[in-house]
């Protein structure tokens, strides 16, 4: 079965400054994709990033970028030029490639704290 | 596109009433996800359907829960009798070639 673990409970930055969270997997399947979600302190859940793990080139919207590891298993998440309003959790998720099976697996989140 | 819409946002009720939560899923999308979040137990899949048919409800705690997708712009999401263990904030996503797309939530109380 997939795993995603997300070994910080918490980080913090100052604003205007760079911050990596990271995210671990596991998994024995070659094709999957690859997400991370924001959840501010309205609740809902909002899509950042994916990464399809066939791609070798690593994802970006705007501020936000992954690196993507394959063969270590490693997607972290790199937010520059942080904002107040980047202040959320952040929650990694993996899904498998496969038609039959769109079941997304979540790592337990990283808040990330942003200081002015 | 108005995005995954649920109602109520939040739900205050009395332990053994019965709660339905809400969800239009976004328009052209095949897939319907329940899930439910605690802090204890981070997110949770409760049952996903595809094209309106139920996939998978393994992750339902108890038979409490039932929930419905009579069509392909909305489904429901029932708990009967409630109880305060059931007190979370349950989320419905909809999605279409991979990505999940998330409602606002709806928090539930249960007192």
């Known amino acids: 079965a997939q795993t995603v673990t997300q070994s910080q409970p918490e980080m913090s930055v100052q604003e205007a400054e760079t911050v990596t969270l990271s995210c671990t997997y596991d998994?024995?399947?070659?094709?999957?994709?690859l997400f991370w979600y924001k959840q501010p302190p309205s609740r809902q859940m909002i899509l950042v990033i994916r990464q399809e793990a066939y791609k070798q080139q690593n994802a970006t919207e705007n501020r936000f970028s992954v690196n993507f590891q394959k063969a270590a298993k490693s997607f972290s998440l790199k937010i520059s030029d942080s904002q107040l309003g980047d202040a959320a959790m952040y929650f990694c998720?993996?899904?498998?490639?496969?038609?039959?099976?769109?079941?997304?697996?979540w790592g337990a989140g990283t808040k990330l704290i942003i200081k002015p | 596109d108005a995005g995954v819409i649920q109602s109520p946002r939040h739900e205050v009720t009395e332990m053994g009433q019965e709660v339905t939560l809400r969800c239009k899923p976004i328009s052209g999308h095949d897939y319907l996800f329940w899930y439910r979040q605690t802090m204890m137990r981070g997110l949770e899949l409760l049952i996903y359907f595809n094209n309106n048919v139920p996939i998978d409800d393994s992750g339902m705690p108890e038979d409490r829960f039932s929930a419905k997708m009579p069509n392909a712009s909305f489904s429901t999401l029932k708990i009967q009798p409630s109880e305060p263990r059931d007190s979370a904030v349950y989320f419905c996503?909809?999605?279409?070639?991979?990505?999940?797309?998330f409602g606002q939530g709806t928090r539930l109380t249960v007192v």
């Open positions: 998994t024995s399947e070659s094709d999957y994709y």
């Open positions: 998720a993996y899904r498998s490639y496969a038609d039959s099976n769109y079941q997304l697996i």
């Open positions: 996503a909809s999605s279409s070639r991979g990505v999940a797309f």
